[in-house]
């Protein structure tokens, strides 16, 4: 019974349930919107919008700035430590090896509002938001020793891949007033629970070669596939105003704004790494993990987001912030 | 008459039976074995402290050859020696197997460079306990199992860190002993004495290091992470100290039973020990001018900087001992590997009939490979090798000497052809030892595990204040030259407030290390004050201190361990 009830209330079908009862509404309203009944308002609409979200998951996005330092420490710190002490006459590097954190998102929903009276609506919808990063990397290091042919250390990170996603349904209070005929301005509040989910992957191809006059030798190549991901549920509020003109009789196209705060304060899920023919599996909770890296030219200590063995000491809160600012367009159909 | 008789005769069976349980039990004889361990392939890593930033390598399937020779008599307190020689790369069979040690040794005429057959050792270690000889990964007897083995680019990659690495070479010889240990029920908790020679200073170093601490290297401490390793050791300590079963063992309780080492001009920290050789080779008290001076070419540290390329190159000097020509030591490796190529000598050795031993046969061996290039062994131009080294290992010890392919009686024409990539038996794999060196991607990452890193000075210097430890000071040896070792140890002034070399004691040949460790050396022994180390000159020796000196190290070692409570004389 239990195992019913959650599958019913799953995040999933509380975004496919309202979607699907709006699709089925939506050619009923189109034909009321067509037919015109002149002067007179319709106290159903259906709202469906896309945009634009400026956000900032900064825990998640963490792992962009640990990657790059990480590697940087490894690489370029690690040759000027070897030039330093005259274990190579001199390296470069080609390339760009880092990558991009997310900074925004695009969001997409749909809504029924009823107006309550001529300055009141209230309204359910359901909405969605993806954002996401993917690049493909390619740095090459070249180190040329002393008495010794050059190596060249090739990586090269294809997809190196970070999204975030958010959806749920909401209902919402709208307020509003008319100017005229042709304009009217609303302020409105929606909230509710906030489904999220994170994903990182990078798939790293790493070579190592010695090149000759005539010659080049590969004596090492690795791939090692990393991927994380992690799901959670929160709390999804939205603060905004919107501006709309109507286009035909029953159709109006409006623009809205404001800020959602929407914030996932536990995140769990799955991990995996392939290296080679050896796969390793794990699951956990994200937790951002203290790391520090003891190396003969020095030593750093990072901050990184992971699932992985995460319920040691020394691990702090993990959120997943999907809060910011956001911009929509979108089409109000009456019925 | 009759009944006194059968009184007699009752007394008689009641003492052979107390005599039995007194000493049968203990005395019965193990019999000698030769053959192949197999080691599967080991997912292990290496790290800076970052789990997802690391290092991850799988070895690949090895057979491993060992010889054991049992005691002349055993005894519960018997110890178990574990010999092994250096290179890296180089092999046991040839080297101290065939070299002083075992009941039978190389006829060793050693100012016609050898002879050719094996003969009887009055100097047998046996007489002290059981010997067990290892070849290291692709060194000797050992090779290596991989598919695609045809693929040239496969097995150049098959030479890399994965199979050679200091950590995990020490490693593949604690998985050998240890399952070794567990094969022989009756030996299992027996004193084990590491014997090691040249770089076999680091391998007992490593093994040491890893039994001693061995939690470290499972639960992200170490550098060099193997947690199949824990776990064999482990099982091991369960088995032997059952007190602490399942618990982490403490250093100071499993070096009851491995706690001691014999080491034959060993690396240690080979870093500070050749900086330390250079610079006393330069001084004016150095050898090298009574060597310039007979071979009428004067040494000038200016004109030559390097001292080691004047010894070999110049004055045309074994750097293994100065006294000889150039190669003489390789002489006797590269006869030993050819005599150990005919069945009836490496028989005669090993005691066994190695005819029955199957991994040997060519048809047991599609999967096998020893060398990458099929005409191995070549003169190629490798990067980042001086000449001088190259040259040391462009000795006949390297040759698979072609006079004894197709013999009657030689190991192709008993197993059977061996495809172009394989080998019966290489005495210095060259291949090995550079990718311990050159072709090694954890060493090209920066992990500091390579063999000549300080790391090893400091893991040594840890090993010592449990591990009851002989040196070799054969003074004739440039290679690893004695007289840098005190001063190399002293470099490592974190650890050791001095270390003081002295002539002192009624030994034949006296002579002792003694360290003086700062008060904060190790946390985690804050009662380590002094330990003190057997460093007895050996005056005629070359680097291989039991071809050139057999006896006297033999009767050195013997009154050492009774020193410590060892050894059956």
């Known amino acids: 019974m239990i195992s019913y009830k959650l599958r019913w209330l799953s995040p999933r079908l509380m975004i496919v349930v309202p979607f699907l009862c709006l699709c089925l509404a939506l050619p009923d309203a189109l034909r009321a919107a ?61 390339g760009d090896g880092a990558g991009k954190k997310i900074r925004h998102a695009f969001p997409f929903g749909i809504r029924v509002r009823y107006y309550v009276s001529d300055f009141l609506a209230i309204s359910v919808g359901c909405q969605f938001m993806k954002g996401g990063r993917a690049r493909s990397l390619n740095v090459q290091y070249t180190r040329n020793p002393i008495d010794a042919d050059a190596y060249l250390e090739t990586l090269d990170i294809s997809p190196y891949r970070l999204v ?72 999804s509020f939205e603060l905004g105003g919107r501006l709309s003109i109507p286009v035909f009789r029953r159709i109006d196209l409006y623009l809205e ?79 | 008459m009759k009944h006194c008789g059968s009184v007699r005769w009752s007394l008689f069976f009641v003492c052979l039976i107390l005599f039995s349980f007194s000493y049968g039990g203990w005395a019965q004889s193990l019999p000698n074995e030769a053959g192949y361990m197999s ?44 010999f092994f020689n250096g290179g890296p790369g180089s092999a046991t069979s040839c080297g101290l197997m065939s070299m002083g040690t075992g009941r039978y040794t190389l006829d060793n005429r050693i100012e016609s460079g050898g002879g050719t057959s094996y003969i009887a050792n009055p100097y047998s270690w046996t007489r002290l306990g059981h010997l067990l000889y290892i070849d290291a990964r692709q060194t000797g007897f050992s090779y ?163 001292p080691l390329a004047y010894v070999s190159d110049v004055a045309g000097r074994d750097l293994y001992i100065y006294t000889k020509p150039r190669g003489w030591l390789n002489g006797f490796f590269g006869n030993a590997g050819v005599q150990l190529r005919f069945i009836d000598n490496l028989s005669q050795v090993t005691g066994i009939d190695v005819t029955t031993i199957p991994e040997l ?66 005495g210095t794999n060259y291949y090995a030892n550079y990718a311990f060196h050159i072709f090694n991607v954890a060493r090209a990452r920066g992990y500091d595990i390579h063999s000549w890193e300080p790391r090893y000075g400091r893991m040594f210097l840890k090993n010592v204040a449990h591990i009851e430890t002989f040196i070799t000071n054969a003074t004739l040896d440039l290679v690893v030259y004695s007289a840098a070792l005190r001063p190399a140890l002293a470099r490592h002034v974190d650890i050791l407030d001095s270390a003081e070399q002295t002539a002192d004691g009624e030994e034949a040949r006296p002579g002792k290390i003694i360290l003086t460790y700062r008060p904060s050396a190790f946390s985690d022994l804050p009662g380590l004050t002094e330990r003190t180390i057997r460093f007895p000159i050996y005056d005629k020796s070359c680097h291989a201190v039991s071809l050139t000196q057999p006896q006297e190290l033999f009767t050195d070692v013997t009154d050492w361990l009774r020193q410590n409570g060892l050894g059956n004389r």
């Open chain 2, 361 to 426: 046969y060519a048809s047991s061996r599609a999967a096998a490979y020893r060398v990458i290039e099929t005409s191995y062994p070549v003169s190629a131009e490798i990067p980042g090798v001086s000449p001088a080294t190259r040259a040391l290992f462009l000795t006949p010890a390297v040759l698979e000497a072609p006079n004894v392919r197709n013999e009657p009686g030689d190991m192709e024409s008993v197993f059977g052809r061996l495809e172009l990539w394989d080998r019966y038996f290489i």
């Open chain 1, 164 to 235: 975030v996603e958010g959806y749920g349904p909401s209902v919402g209070i709208h307020l509003f007033k008319r100017f005229g005929e042709t304009l009217s301005a609303e302020a409105f509040f929606v909230g509710g629970p906030l489904f999220a989910e994170c994903s990182y992957e990078s798939r790293v191809n790493y070579t190592w070669a010695i090149q000759g006059q005539n010659y080049v030798w590969e004596p090492f190549t690795s791939e090692v596939i990393l991927a994380e991901d992690g799901s959670g549920t929160g709390l």
């Open chain 1, 34 to 94: 067509n037919n015109g009944e002149a002067g007179k308002r319709s106290r159903f609409r259906l709202d469906i919008y896309s945009g634009f979200s400026l956000i900032n998951p900064g825990d998640i996005n963490q792992i962009v700035d640990y990657d790059k330092n990480v590697r940087e420490f490894t690489y370029d710190v690690y040759f000027n430590y070897l030039q330093a002490n005259n274990m190579i006459r001199s390296w470069n590097k080609d």
């Open chain 2, 39 to 82: 080691l599967e392939p080991v997912s292990f890593y290496f790290h800076f402290g970052s789990y997802l930033n690391r290092l991850s390598l799988k070895s690949s399937e090895a057979r491993i050859w060992y010889s054991f020779q049992a005691a002349d008599q055993n005894g519960p307190e018997t110890p178990l020696f574990v």
């Open chain 2, 144 to 306: 290596n199992l991989t598919g695609s083995v045809q693929d040239e680019l496969k097995r150049f990659r098959e030479f890399n860190a994965q199979n050679f690495n200091s950590f995990f070479d020490g490693a593949d010889f604690i998985r050998i002993l240890l399952r070794f240990l567990a094969a022989h029920p009756s030996l299992q908790n027996h004193p084990v004495v590491i014997v090691g020679e040249s770089y076999g200073g680091v391998r007992a170093t490593a093994m040491l290091y890893l039994l001693l601490n061995y939690a470290d290297f499972g639960n992200g401490r170490e550098t060099f992470q193997d947690p199949a390793l824990v776990d064999e050791i482990q099982a091991h300590l369960n088995a032997v100290f059952p007190l602490y079963s399942g618990d982490v063992v403490p250093p100071e309780v499993i070096a009851r039973q491995f706690g001691h080492q014999v080491l034959i001009q060993p690396a240690l920290t080979y870093d500070y020990q050749e900086q330390e050789e250079y610079d006393l080779l330069r001084r004016p008290d150095s050898p090298l001018y009574q060597i310039g001076q007979d071979a009428g070419i004067p040494y000038d540290p200016e004109q030559y900087p390097d």
């Open chain 1, 257 to 335: 704004g404001g800020y959602a705060y929407q914030m996932v304060k536990s995140v769990s899920g799955k991990g995996s790494e392939t290296q080679g023919e050896t796969l390793k599996t794990w699951e956990g909770k994200w937790r951002t993990k203290t790391e520090t890296m003891t190396t003969p030219w020095g030593t750093r200590t990072w901050r990184f987001p992971t699932n992985y063995e995460t319920e040691d000491a020394g691990t702090g809160d993990f959120r997943l912030n999907l809060s910011g600012f956001r911009i929509r367009l979108g089409a109000s159909f009456g019925f």
